[in-house]
């Protein structure tokens, strides 16, 4: 039998939230770096081609990632069961990620864009193995955190030094790809090694592998159809314009994707915990989660987007250097899905899969899709990244709006604890504080750091005054800990 202690809650999204921040921290330093060396034509070409894989990667995956967390929470406690589980998907996911591979290296050299530079393609193509020894969900449906974060942030940092070591001139965009895919998915190989503390690989009974493919294939209909829409902006531009214009559009995605990662950084604990509630008939629970996690997503999202749509032409410059200057208007447009994307991942992936409502997902990702790309078939001619950012935009929203009509009854009921118009007010004052240190002309980095304490500051000072329930909460408890440890302190000096 499996280890029954239930993983802390509170434990794991503060493990996810140094995760979070350590994919913010060190993306951010290597990309300030590397934008300086290989300019916007490198960084432009890379993030096509990580954008094209993206679509083969998501075939080898098969929708495993997202229905392997939810299956494997549901077994945890039960040794046997999961370890056949995982055989089962490890097989499915072999045989896929092979004919998978069949088909890129025919594209690679069929398809002019790809053969122009077949190195760059094998490079980011290592992902697609990878891909098999990762088994990223067993290790989160069973709330394995601590690990994930500490792995994580170990080859993350290495792959940083690489990055200064082995990247010199603006030829060695190769180089920086390798790296990204380092990063990504070197630590996969240790994952595979680590499965045997929580499964065995001998399982003697007979394989099921039939029962999985429906399901299987609603996931992979999901994920298709969010990948499309998320990095369909990308390889448009990139057959439609220049890889600059890429590289610029890669710019304001690249700070978004970072800020989208603290915004679900709560979220992604949910799904193997939700699962497990739903699996053993403990709906008030799910639900009591589920509302702590909209509130989040608001009060943490809502600021961030407004700040780094005052701040963009600031950030850009920070970030990436005069070069990307002309990502400003980009990243202002596409900064908004920060909330949209918070909403719909807790909607969707946290609320949606685990209640098995997996079609209403794949129909709002589709409708996403289709915006998408009529958008950027009309735009992107014209106005290039921005149109691209338009039509993210655009998607985000009739996704959002999609699935919160589709689970308006369960839905509405998750916004009761949030004070709005604290939230609001907290925006407005502190957007309208912070913005006046803009015509101080300090600098952009001074800038940048001074007007996020000043806005931040205020902000939170807001929330605290209206007594939001989320802070009050988490400064209540922070309270508790620091009484318990003086008197603690005090007890060992009496005695």
Not at 60 to 78: F, H, M, N, S
Not at 130 to 159: C, D, H, P, Q
Request: with cysteine; glycine share 6%; proline share 2%.
């Amino acid at each position: 039998m499996g280890d029954k202690k239930t993983p802390s809650l509170r434990k794991n999204f503060i493990m996810n939230a140094i995760l979070t921040i350590s994919n913010l921290i060190f993306p951010l330093i290597s990309y300030y770096y590397v934008t300086r060396i290989i300019f916007k034509e490198g960084t432009g070409k890379v993030a096509f081609a990580t954008s094209v894989i993206s679509y083969f990667l998501i075939f080898a995956q098969l929708g495993i990632p997202t229905y392997g967390i939810r299956e494997c929470a549901k077994v945890r406690d039960d040794k046997l069961r999961l370890s056949k589980l995982v055989k089962e998907l490890l097989a499915i996911n072999i045989v896929t990620t092979l004919i998978t591979y069949l088909a890129f290296v025919i594209c690679l050299f069929f398809i002019p864009r790809l053969a122009g530079d077949k190195p760059l393609y094998v490079i980011a193509s290592v992902a697609i193995f990878f891909n098999i020894l990762g088994m990223e969900w067993l290790y989160k449906g069973l709330e394995k955190y601590t690990y994930i974060t500490v792995r994580s942030v170990i080859f993350k940092a290495i792959s940083v030094i690489f990055m200064f070591f082995l990247i010199k001139e603006k030829e060695d965009y190769r180089m920086y790809c390798a790296i990204t895919v380092f990063a990504s998915s070197a630590s996969f190989l240790l994952n595979f090694i680590n499965a045997r503390k929580y499964i065995t690989f001998n399982v003697k009974e007979k394989l099921e592998i039939r029962k999985h493919l429906k399901p299987v294939m609603i996931f992979l209909a999901i994920a298709a159809a969010a990948t499309v829409y998320t990095h369909l902006d990308t390889v448009m531009l990139g057959f439609m314009k220049t890889d600059g214009d890429v590289g610029l559009y890669d710019a304001s995605v690249k700070i978004k994707t970072l800020l989208v990662g603290v915004v679900t950084s709560l979220g992604a604990v949910l799904l193997p915990r939700s699962a497990y509630y739903l699996e053993h008939g403990l709906k008030d629970e799910f639900v009591n989660i589920s509302k702590k996690a909209m509130e989040f997503v608001v009060i943490a999202a809502l600021p961030i987007s407004v700040y780094f749509i005052l701040f963009a032409k600031n950030g850009i410059l920070v970030v990436a250097g005069e070069d990307y200057v002309d990502a400003t208007l980009p990243m202002m447009v596409i900064m908004p899905t920060v909330i949209l994307i918070g909403m719909s991942n807790l909607i969707g992936i946290q609320m949606l899969v685990p209640m098995g409502k997996d079609r209403v997902v794949l129909h709002s990702e589709l409708a996403g899709m289709v915006i998408d790309v009529i958008i950027n078939i009309i735009l992107i001619p014209k106005l290039a990244a921005t149109g691209a950012a338009i039509g993210t935009l655009a998607a985000e929203i009739a996704v959002t709006i999609y699935q919160y009509i589709a689970l308006r009854k369960d839905v509405t009921g998750i916004f009761v604890r949030i004070k709005f118009w604290a939230v609001g007010l907290g925006v407005l004052i502190a957007g309208a504080a912070a913005y006046q240190i803009r015509r101080l002309d300090l600098g952009n980095l001074t800038t940048l750091v001074i007007s996020a304490i000043v806005f931040f500051g205020i902000y939170m000072v807001i929330l605290i005054l209206a007594r939001e329930r989320l802070i009050s909460e988490l400064l209540g408890e922070l309270s508790g800990r620091f009484t318990k440890q003086k008197d603690q302190c005090d007890t060992i000096k009496q005695s």
